[in-house]
């Protein structure tokens, strides 16, 4: 295993490593989860179900409730059974008391926030883990960082707080690690035990014991160990790779409309050539990640990091241009009733963070149109302000449908849509219709 140069090698951990070996072996390792939120709650259930005393502590009191009344609160297949086999073996305590444990794992929001027109990284919650930790933490402990951060947090912000609250040294009397977290919403307990892991280790010490750890939890997924830096750009870049090539197309969907060709048909064809994959277009780019991570390299790197940053103007600016496209539609007649069919940020969730479908929403209704929304995945009558109608209600009330995302629900009862007028802005529809030889 070999670590990068910003990593310092102690010779003397050998003597504190092998316990914790031993201790993740016999699974007698406690481990505590910070966040039980998307990323943290699962987490918390996989090392639960693979056999160790795991706690899931969270500071928001409703999420401990419901989780100690027995019903997972996010939306994502199979995880209430998860939990409530975890919960059934005894190996997981929800609770909103942090107390001692020999690992801890940070899976706390990482949002942006707004600074003099900038966008920069909200660590605010990665702080205040850090300090809580610091008041329980133990000489041999190990922190692991599942969060995503800008470059440069693990050690230099996180462990310095640590250091600086509870006395200890960093690298002598506990140890860090950054393992950042790649799974897909819907799939989330598939990818937790198949994707491979980057481990980002502050020394031997806590490369070892991380990727231990992680691996009895891996079934597929293989762990590769590197510094924290580049664990924590390894993210970062991941996020920032897909949001290039979704901000390409949908500056093609621009383009292609200005030409009045058919965006789809075009990148249909261009993909027939062997080495041309391009990504298709959509309403924008939401979620907590990729519409979020990417700003955390321009935050240190303003000056290097143009193609990022444009990728990101060019992404956030589509849902106003569809706002645009759907004033044309609607003759800019504000009594029209515009359904947005999908409000959360990807197909098949309830997730609503940064969501494109949502903005376009709030736009129209800012505006003053009548926008009705239809997200099937959240049960409430009303989302962010946007009254939210099960599908045949929508489909009955609207002038306008603007199909945004290509939801089960949705792509299942298509044939609802016949005879009403659709703005589509992910080319079911339309290209159906269209069709390209060969297809
Ligand atoms: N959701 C995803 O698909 C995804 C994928 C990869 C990486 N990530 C990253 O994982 C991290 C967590 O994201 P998430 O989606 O799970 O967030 P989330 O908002 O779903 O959950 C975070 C939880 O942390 C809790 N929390 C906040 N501060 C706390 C504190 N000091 N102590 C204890 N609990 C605290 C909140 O109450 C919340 O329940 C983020 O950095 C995110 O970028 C998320």
Redesign the pocket.
């Known amino acids: 295993m070999k670590i990068k140069s910003n990593v310092k090698l102690y010779f003397s951990i050998h003597e504190r490593r092998e316990p914790m070996l031993d201790k993740i072996n016999n699974r007698k390792l406690s481990i505590t989860v910070?966040?039980?939120?998307?990323?943290?709650l699962p987490t918390a259930i996989t090392f639960a179900n693979a056999g160790f005393s795991v706690k899931g502590?969270?500071?928001?009191n409703e999420?401990i409730k419901m989780l100690k009344n027995g019903k997972v609160h996010i939306v994502e297949p199979d995880l209430q059974e998860a939990f409530e086999e975890a919960i059934n073996l005894g190996n997981l305590v929800p609770t909103n008391e942090l107390d001692k444990s020999d690992v801890f794992i940070i899976?706390?929001?990482?949002p942006f926030k707004e600074n003099e027109n900038k966008k920069i990284a909200d660590l605010s919650?990665v702080e205040?883990?850090a300090k809580?930790i610091s008041e329980y933490i133990e000489k041999g402990n190990l922190v692991i960082l599942?969060?995503?951060v800008p470059p440069m947090t693990t050690e230099e912000i996180m462990g310095k707080i640590i250091e600086e609250n509870s006395g200890l040294k960093l690298n002598e009397d506990f140890y860090v690690a950054h393992c950042?977290?790649?799974?897909l919403?819907g799939k989330i307990l598939y990818e937790l035990r198949n994707n491979d892991r980057i481990i980002g280790a502050s020394n031997n010490y806590s490369a070892e014991v991380t990727k231990k750890l992680y691996e009895t939890i891996l079934d597929k997924g293989k762990v590769y160990i590197t510094g924290t830096r580049t664990a924590e750009m390894c993210k970062l870049v991941e996020n920032t790779y897909r949001d290039i090539n979704i901000a390409f197309a949908n500056e093609l969907s621009i383009i292609a409309d200005k030409m009045d060709i058919n965006v789809f048909e075009l990148i249909e064809l261009a993909n027939k050539h062997p080495r041309v994959n391009i990504l298709k277009p959509g309403a924008g780019v939401g979620?907590?990640?990729l519409a979020?991570d990417p700003w955390f390299i321009v935050e240190k790197f303003p000056q290097e990091a143009r193609l990022i940053k444009t990728a990101r103007e060019i992404n956030d600016f589509k849902p106003e241009w569809i706002v645009k496209k759907i004033e044309e539609e609607a003759e800019h007649d504000k009594s029209k009733v515009i359904g947005i069919l999908g409000l959360s940020y990807k197909p098949n969730i309830d997730d609503l963070r940064e969501s494109p479908s949502l903005k376009i929403a709030k736009i129209l209704k800012s505006k003053g149109y009548n926008v009705l929304g239809c997200e099937p995945y959240i049960e409430k009558k009303e989302v962010d302000s946007i009254e939210n109608l099960p599908l045949n209600e929508i489909v009955e009330k609207a002038d306008l449908l603007v199909l945004t995302l290509a939801h089960n629900q949705f792509m299942e009862k298509l044939e609802m849509l016949k005879n009403k007028k659709v703005l589509d802005i992910i080319g079911i529809i339309e290209f159906e219709n269209i069709g390209v030889e060969g297809k």
């Open positions: 910070i966040g039980m939120g998307y990323i943290g502590f969270d500071i928001n999420v899976c706390v929001p990482t919650y205040s883990a809580m599942e969060s995503t950042p977290e790649r799974v919403p979620g907590h990640c979020v």
